[in-house]
């Protein structure tokens, strides 16, 4: 790099430039909006989407993200991420450590379904062809092959039906209706779900992962997205749990009361050799 | 404890009691509402609100929340939040990975503001009295005397004015005159404007935090809650900034261009004792 | 600041200054000591201590740090920062992910008594005078007065008497007979627990704690690193328990089995008002 | 699973099982040795090893492994774990929150070339064979086919040789010559290097990672081990830059002077459409 000090501070400067938010004091501009024109006029969805898009939704777009949002705030204590943000919470650290540690742990696994799923249902989409159940097959075979059995989005280990799965798709079949949406990711979605009855002889329906996938591609967001804003809803199940555990009182809490002693299956108690 | 495994499995199911949500095969309830209801009948705002108080709020209330996060999502790369998501993602972790590290460091300086307006908001309420400037000073004696001279909420280091704080207050004020709110958290707020006029003679005008906390007090959440929504926010913006990040092929992002070699001021060049 | 583009840089290059390390183009020296002569010279925990606090520790005091840093590496599932670990390990992330949640948790109340037991010594040690039992007792009264019964290093909620206190405890005393510590600490520590004794009829016994903090304040540490010595040593817990769960195979490791259902104490299932 | 609570309960307590640690009232037993043996004879190194492997090394190897752990700690302000544990110090976090965030990124990019490193020397070794060179050629070539030019663990960004590379290869070597490890993976890694000349007609020269990955690789250690012990030397460095910082008592310290403002190119200041 040169060593001219001017050319060297707008290296500096160009180090940490951004497309998002414009400071200058007195000013805050979000992707060219004035921050005072947002406030009080865009929903919290819109900012989202503008934050993270570049632009604005429309109301249509605007409220099925709203949904998806709305609709994977909490799985309970079962899941780690929220275990972990109630034991955190109890360790004598803030709201936002705990949350972070919550938030850590939505992973490949835990967080990534939904981003998986975008994937196949995009790879689904993009091999074409006017026989979508064919293709279908195709890629899910494909699939199986190099990931295994377990398809992201499809079946629960916890919920027969998810209750959450039909009222989601319904608010995109009823925005595929007005033209809002092209609906076509809500046919691979179900069709999936059918191919998977045709490969197994089984019902192994659409999870919450599945129908959210659908709405994040219908939207057009890129799969890692997709488990971004599963984050962003997440974070309000992990807020909460950390924030009622933080009323009880317990310290450093485990996984379970201490009376209940795990096993230990490591080596019988030896001595160390005394030429050591 | 007792030994008997009845008391001691029932021991372990209470240790994960939770009145947030109820999940059994097949249904999800939050705070007794069926999951299937809330989907596309209540905004992202409200379900934050039920999650966090056990309750859904009014429109009113709702909006103000609404209000208050969409003005919070955002303060650019210097903001060490948002330059540890950026710097993270470039490191080969994933999104959930970047935003803890960003989430985590809103502590009692970088995310706790709000919270310990709130707080001193509150002791001001309490202190009640037909005079609030007579009550307003004395608190704020108190305050000065325990904590030192910055005030949580009054002031900012880059803005002379916030852009955020009149469209904010308008929409508490506006929601008083409908009697959606009591209004007095806006009324303490100015009066610690004044009051701050009063002591220094200077400007010291209400910034974000400020606001942010008249709003959370007005709606009746405690102050921690203050900082738990406050990361909700913040976390959109880590989020979308950790996502550009993403977008650029960076690897192992520095805090500066590593041809700008950073001063060192320890010890000069030394030699280990040959006898060690 | 000066808007002279040499003065900007300079001040860049100053805004990341250390003591710390000095690295050139093929040279790096470590608190000035270039790193090709401490390696296979120096310890681990002289390194620990170079880095920490300036300069190379005298043998004696190396083994009284590396004994401290033996002894805290674990302490089983039931610390949330190891259940954590373990946890998070399953849902998909790696290994410097699931060790950053189990550290992330070391707060006030789970990583955080060694650092309080220090500030008590110091606080007796610093009270001085004749009579260590007055003082102590003086000490105490204010601590618990302000504090609460609760003694940082003293008396354990599982083990009655900790087997690391009499081995550790041993290493000090032998060092300060041979003059490498004064042995101040190790009598404060050992007063503590007799005017413990004294204030309740109890034995409330040193724990690892209290025996830590003992080492600490005779090695010159201050107190915020005794959590950060503590954390360096109960890493390597967090590292051994999530490698091992991650050889098992679990996916989404909860608490417990799923199969044991967490008990709900929230509102009965009500219906959304339909006019909403 | 079984109704019956007794099965339920053993259910429970084999789900938290582990071979490391066995712990009883007034016991702690690690791998099976009372922890009281260990305290003062053994070192920080060798509890590192007995945590992680199961049993305690020879001497030999446990010097070997020192050396990596000593050679690790610190690469300065500039690498992104070191600067985000200084900017979250600055934020009202403790010492264990700031060392997470900067742990937490030393991700596949940042922490994990060692691992990839070891690797890589596996498959060579794996492929055997008595012309090392032709495999070592053979190996590289697929590498760089299925990954890219960059190999793990040689060349450097910043250092033409680095300094760290001959002190340990020489300890390795020793070792080899005294039987205690059998050196193969040092030829194999002065192979790699060999080969990269013949490929590349450049001097690509090991670096730190790679002479780690010999290290590791020499003492059995599995790959994803790689990553782990680096993250318990490397939070050496952390610990001592955060602490560093917390004394220097800057707040809400960013990646460079808020008077440097960064460039922004996304859309200009535009206005919201009055209709929304």
């Known amino acids: 790099m040169s ?15 951004t497309q998002i938010i414009d400071i200058e004091p007195g000013k ?20 989202i989407w503008l934050m993270t898009r570049g632009d ?3 109301r249509a777009h605007s409220k099925l993200l709203e949904a998806a949002l709305v609709a994977s705030v909490d799985h309970g204590p079962h899941a780690p991420s929220i275990a972990i943000a109630r034991m955190a919470i109890t360790c004598g650290i803030d709201l936002n450590n705990a ?3 919550g938030v850590n742990v939505l992973g490949d696994i835990h967080g990534g379904p939904g981003q998986q799923c975008m994937e196949l249902y995009q790879e689904i989409h993009a091999a074409g062809g006017d026989d979508l159940p064919a293709t279908t ?6 699939f199986v092959a190099a990931n295994g059995k377990i398809i992201p989005g499809f079946g629960h280990r916890f919920h027969p039906v998810d209750p959450r799965v039909v009222p989601l798709l319904s608010l995109v079949e009823d925005a595929a209706r007005d ?45 890692p997205m997709g488990r971004g804003l599963f984050i962003l809803s997440r974070s309000v199940g992990i807020l909460a749990h ?10 450093i809490k485990g996984p379970m009361p201490k009376e209940i002693p795990y096993t230990y299956s490591g080596p019988k108690r030896r001595t160390l050799d005394p030429d050591r």
């Not at 097959?137 to 494909?142: A, I, K, N, P």
């Not at 950390?242 to 009182?249: D, H, P």
């Open 3 to 17: 060593d001219d000090p001017k050319a060297q501070i707008d290296k500096v400067r160009a180090w940490w430039d």
């Open 137 to 142: 097959d195709r890629v899910l075979e494909r």
């Open 242 to 251: 950390a924030w009622e555990q933080s009323q009880r009182q317990e310290r």
């Open 28 to 47: 805050i501009g979000v992707r060219g909006y004035p921050i005072e024109e947002l406030i009080g006029r865009v929903s919290f969805p819109d900012m």
């Open 56 to 58: 604005l939704p429309s």
């Open 179 to 223: 033209g809002a949406v092209s609906g076509s990711y809500a046919r691979i979605g179900r069709e999936v779900e059918a191919a998977l009855r045709r490969r197994t002889g089984k019902a192994i329906p659409m999870n919450i992962d599945g129908v959210i996938a659908v709405i994040f591609c219908e939207l057009g967001f890129p799969p």
């Open 99 to 101: 949350m972070a540690s």
